[in-house]
């Protein structure tokens, strides 16, 4: 992974619930590790949380199906202690079957939606590691997550068809604060911004402690447009050599594949 070293050959693993979309807005039933418990459940316990619950629960009742069925796994699976690499998204997937709670990363099974394949592509050009397979293990990333890469999205939710649907409703305020957390209490970790929605978070990042890399959007709309093409911008190189300059030193015997 990108903490030591990074496989793009990913573990396939259940997205953790028994169906692909929300069944009820309630948080008590999408688990996170204890060190982010605090701040979510203030978080659910403010008028804004309230009121996000209310317009998810409201949007459920309605009939709509809203994406995916554990907003809070990226809070699950990568505790704010082990976090080593933050990549920022921006919503979930909004097809049938597609997201699994993680920026970027579809459920195994799922063909790579375009983003996702220019990620690999860059990580191929960039570090030699091999493309992965189709359809498994395929572009499930829950390996990275456990290995220290929060991949993050900044609204958590979304209707079925409906990009961007649940944005402004109240998630911002939540993951505008996990970064917060992440910049001020994790050990120096990369984050990797890619677009101009991503790297509207700039400022909530503290850059003398982490290294804050940019680049366009890994959408083919975007991806070879310069001044900042993504392919070709060498931030997994980049994040591999400063995480090598940064971690303890009883740690540097730690790599896997290195």
């Known amino acids: 992974m990108l903490p030591d070293s990074i496989s793009a050959v990913p573990v396939a693993s259940p997205v953790g619930a028994a ?39 409201q949007r459920l009742d309605a009939g709509v199906v809203v994406f995916p069925p554990l907003p809070l796994r990226a809070l699950q699976l990568t505790p704010p202690q082990d976090v080593r690499v933050v990549i920022l998204g921006q919503d979930p997937y909004h097809g049938r079957g597609q997201a699994e709670g993680l920026a970027f990363s579809v459920a ?39 290995k220290g890469v929060l991949l993050l999205n900044t609204c958590l939710t979304v209707e079925e068809g409906q990009p961007a649907s649940h944005s402004g409703k109240g998630w911002e305020l939540l993951t505008d604060a996990i970064i917060r957390q992440v910049s001020q209490d994790a050990q120096p970790s990369v984050f990797m911004l890619w677009g101009a929605h991503a790297q509207s978070k700039r400022p909530l990042i503290d850059a003398s402690r982490h290294l804050v890399l940019t680049a366009n959007h890994p959408s083919p709309l975007s991806a070879l447009r310069p001044p900042l093409p993504f392919i070709g911008c060498g931030h997994f190189s980049q994040a591999r050599a400063w995480r090598d300059a940064h971690r303890p030193v009883q740690s540097a015997t730690t790599d896997v594949d290195h």
């Open 108 to 146: 195994p099974g799922v063909q790579f939606p375009p983003s996702l394949r220019n990620i690999f592509k860059e990580l191929q050009r960039d570090l030699g590691t091999p493309f992965p397979a189709q359809p498994q293990p395929g572009g499930s990333l829950v390996q990275w997550a456990r």
């Open 19 to 57: 169906t692909d979309h929300l069944q009820v807005a309630n948080p008590a039933a999408w688990p996170v590790a204890p060190g982010w418990q605090a701040l979510v459940d203030g978080f659910f316990a403010s008028s804004q949380g309230i009121g996000l619950l209310e317009f998810l629960q």
